[in-house]
């Protein structure tokens, strides 16, 4: 059980800054901000949780049933992550590409201390078996709070996939695609450093700063850190209803409004945008179908165009109606990996990726998120985001395109560039 206490904050967006600063102390950390883009589907402005009272970390064998015993058992809020490569539990698939970062495959944790809030109101859930109650002056001590950016070297950004080997491997792709083996893959590459030190909140406010995005996240494990400004949602369970809100496709933002209004009506009229939109759209549906009620699942909104600082992006919002046999982990089993990050066919483009990419993804195109207590659920999509395990200095972040018959490799090159803006802005 827990007990709340609610508090008055005065200037939220400041606050906001000064609570995942706070939350620096603990072992355990997930910080989801919503950035103020709230929308019918939004609960809080932004989350808290710090501070393990129960944990459980494991590879990809047998995962998502022991997550179900894990969330069936505690029946309180559970944060953490999936990571892509739990695609191996769902089918007859293998990570074998190089892993610099060395992340669980799963990591979920029961926090003692959880903070939501929601316009100027914060309630403060503790754990009552942990007589763990947050200081009379909690509010004075987070406001107290430094949330400076820190002067640090330069890290050396590499590059994992030469140019010329990108548009190599995206004409394969494209060979695939000719040969009716998929219609769609989405194709990734990483950047990375070594020997790289670098203070994570520091970076962490810095890109979101310049991204402001929905589904923003600070997550910590000890020493291995998420700071991801992402813009994607991969799935909520509110009740018995499911929303998932793919995205497909990118255009650049532009200082001039008639030259950024340009990019983005030639966004939503492009017809190889919107074919990836809605192939991927046609995936989402028959993910969710698996677990739906008969005839609930609907297309909410189609190629719906969506402005962030950085980009315009193509988003699709689909929905569905659990049916009663189905729990909250198995609609997360039976559409995992999303299918944004994916292909279609789903199984042909996981396997085929697994050949032509050379890094294993990770956490990257996996989700971050949380459980509520009655099983309710929400999660991201990880990118634009930059992964980081302090202990061996690695630094790395993914980014990644959508390959269709009509993709051309240079100006996919292009777009996976467009996407790592941000993060190079704020590691270089």
Not at 52 to 72: I, P
Not at 211 to 226: E, I, R, Y
Not at 267 to 294: H, Q, Y
Not at 323 to 335: G, S
């Amino acid at each position: 059980m827990r007990t709340s206490i609610y508090k008055f904050i005065k200037e939220p967006l400041q606050f906001k800054q000064q609570l995942v600063a706070w939350g620096q102390q603990f072992r355990e950390i997930s910080f989801l901000d919503s950035n103020s883009f709230s929308n019918e589907y939004s609960s809080f402005d932004c989350v808290l949780a710090v501070d393990a009272f129960t944990s459980m970390k494991t590879d990809y064998h047998n995962a998502f049933e022991d997550l179900k015993q894990y969330q069936q058992t505690t029946k309180d809020w559970l944060f953490g992550y999936l990571s892509y490569d739990l695609k191996n539990d769902q089918e007859h698939l293998q990570s074998n590409n190089y892993d610099g970062l060395d992340f669980p495959d799963l990591f979920f944790f029961q926090p003692k201390k959880l903070f939501l809030l929601k316009g100027n109101q914060l309630e403060i859930k503790y754990l009552n078996m942990c007589d763990d109650e947050v200081e009379d002056d909690f509010i004075d001590i987070v406001n107290s709070q430094k949330t400076g950016v820190e002067n640090q070297n330069k890290i050396a950004i590499e590059q994992r996939i030469p140019k010329q080997n990108y548009i190599e491997k995206v004409s394969k792709l494209l060979e695939y695609i000719h040969h009716g083996d998929l219609y769609e893959a989405n194709f990734c590459m990483e950047f990375f450093a070594k020997n790289a030190v670098i203070n994570p909140l520091e970076k962490f406010l810095r890109l979101n700063e310049i991204s402001q995005a929905p589904f923003t996240v600070f997550f910590k494990n000890d020493k291995q850190f998420l700071l991801s400004a992402s813009p994607e949602r991969y799935l909520k369970k509110e009740g018995v209803n499911l929303i998932s809100q793919p995205i497909k496709g990118t255009s650049k933002r532009f200082l001039d409004p008639l030259e950024d209004e340009k990019s983005k009506n030639t966004l939503a009229e492009d017809p190889k945008e919107r074919a990836e939109n809605i192939m991927i759209t046609d995936l989402v549906r028959n993910d969710l179908s698996r677990t739906a009620e008969k005839a609930s699942v609907e297309v909410k909104e189609l190629c719906g165009i969506y402005s962030f600082l950085q980009v315009h992006q193509m988003i699709s919002t689909v929905t569905s109606k659990i049916d009663p046999q189905y729990t909250a982990v198995d609609t997360i089993r039976t559409t995992f990996p999303m299918g944004s990050m994916t292909g279609a066919p789903k199984y042909a483009a996981m396997k085929i990726i697994e050949e032509l990419e050379e890094t294993k993804r990770g956490l990257y195109s996996g989700a971050v998120g949380y459980f509520t207590p009655n099983g309710d659920f929400d999660f991201n999509v990880v990118i634009r985001s930059i992964l980081y395990n302090q202990e061996n200095k690695y630094v790395s972040f993914s980014v990644g395109s959508a390959i269709t018959s009509l993709s051309i490799p240079e100006k996919e090159y292009d777009e996976c560039l467009l996407k790592a803006k941000a993060m190079h802005e704020v590691l270089l």
